[in-house]
């Protein structure tokens, strides 16, 4: 399968612990975003990178969340001191941009439950 | 995504069209796309229209915009129980071309 994976698909803490997710775009693709989804709701964007470098984040990532795509491969999203209010979907896409279509390819989710 | 607005729910009968409207508020707006979410799955893209566009028509799926009022409708044709999933308008913009703006999606059902 050449499509965007995310690990894991699901994850329960415990309110405060530290969390992290990984995104695997597709292979050619330069792009990465990370949006979060909650219940009722449509994604909402959270931060972006071009390659390894991250050119922007949403007022949403609060100072808790970090992003990073070291090799401009993969990326990890942590949340730290985990909140209920974190509970969510948090959706991985990446694109090539090369038309200025933005067409994004979305990955399955990683479902966060914080009890 | 209070900039994109969309009806909650939707219900049309096996083989009816389904029509799917969709507002938004930024005149900057340069693509507009059309998400459809099923079940366990991700959002998958269905079809996507530039802004200088009015209409465009793929297989089973028209998509209309007028651009003067900011309304986008997406137009399903000879609707089936695949069909069933929740529907998100979304655009981009020129003032920040990285991120996509969601609508909060239209549930469709189908009646047999």
């Known amino acids: 399968d050449t499509g965007v994976s995310q690990d894991p698909r699901h994850k329960i803490t415990k309110r405060g612990q530290n969390v992290t997710f990984r995104c695997d775009p597709i292979?050619?693709?330069?792009?990465l975003y990370w949006y979060r989804q909650t219940l009722g709701q449509g994604p909402e964007f959270l931060t972006y990178?071009?390659?390894?470098?991250?050119?922007?984040k949403s007022r949403l990532l609060s100072d808790r969340f970090s992003a990073e795509r070291p090799k401009g491969s993969f990326s990890t999203l942590e949340i730290q001191r985990t909140e209920q209010g974190d509970s969510a979907m948090y959706l991985c896409a990446s694109s090539l941009d090369s038309s200025g279509r933005n067409e994004q390819f979305f990955g399955p989710g990683t479902r966060l439950t914080v009890l | 995504g209070e900039d994109v607005e969309q009806s909650l729910f939707l219900s049309v009968r096996e083989g009816d069209s389904s029509v799917i409207n969709c507002t938004y508020t930024?005149?900057?707006?340069?693509?507009l796309y059309w998400y459809k979410q099923e079940p366990g799955a991700g959002l998958q893209l269905l079809t996507y229209?530039?802004?200088?566009?009015d209409m465009k028509q793929d297989q089973r799926l028209t998509v209309l915009l007028n651009k003067k009022d900011k309304h986008l409708s997406l137009r399903i044709a000879d609707t089936q129980t695949g069909d069933s999933a929740i529907y998100f308008c979304a655009e981009s913009r020129r003032s920040s071309a990285s991120k996509i703006i969601f609508g909060s999606g239209t549930r469709l059902s189908i009646r047999p």
């Open positions: 292979s050619e693709h330069n792009r």
């Open positions: 930024d005149s900057s707006s340069t693509y």
């Open positions: 990178f071009q390659n390894e470098a991250q050119l922007e």
């Open positions: 229209i530039f802004s200088n566009m």
